[in-house]
Every structure is written in structure tokens, then in C-alpha cells.
């Protein structure tokens, strides 16, 4: 835990691309880490590409609306590093 916060935190302050959010603390109360990885511009949006994908997950808009979120929008990959004994 203490090397890959150590490494993310270092990643974060070093590259324009990475930006460290803190997601809550776990079972142990360490401090939970979140690494967004993407270029500088989506970060500028990055609410907004949040916010259609909320809006496609939940499949509840016509489906015209649905194709133009999907062409404008970002696709997201969740890479967890949790392990259970």
C-alpha cells in the first residue's frame, strides 16, 4: 500500500495526464486512492464525460439522445488492485 500510493502520488505530481482523488477510506482506514489517467484536455471536462456516462448507464433517454452522447462521450476502465485473502 505504502509503495503504490508513494508511486501514484509521485506519477500525479510529475505528469499533467494523472490526477489522484481520494475515494474514501478502506476496512483499514487507509486512505482509498482513485488514479484518473487521461490527456490534460479531458481532465478540463472530466464532469462532463462523468456526467454522460451516468446518463448512458442508466439507458433511460431515447435512443437518438443515446447515440450522440456515445459519439461525443469517453469510454472509462475501472482497474482494480484490491486483493482478499
Known sequence: YKQLSAYWTKLAAESDRVKLVD???????????????????????????????????????????ARGLAATGKAVVWIDGGLHA
Do not use: C, F, Y
Request: without cysteine.
Open 23 to 65: 475515494i474514501g477510506a478502506t476496512e483499514e482506514g487507509r486512505r482509498q486512492l482513485m488514479a484518473v489517467v487521461t490527456s490534460p484536455a479531458n481532465h478540463r471536462q472530466l464532469a462532463k464525460h462523468r456526467d454522460t456516462a451516468r446518463t448512458m448507464a442508466k439507458g433511460e433517454i431515447p435512443e437518438a439522445e
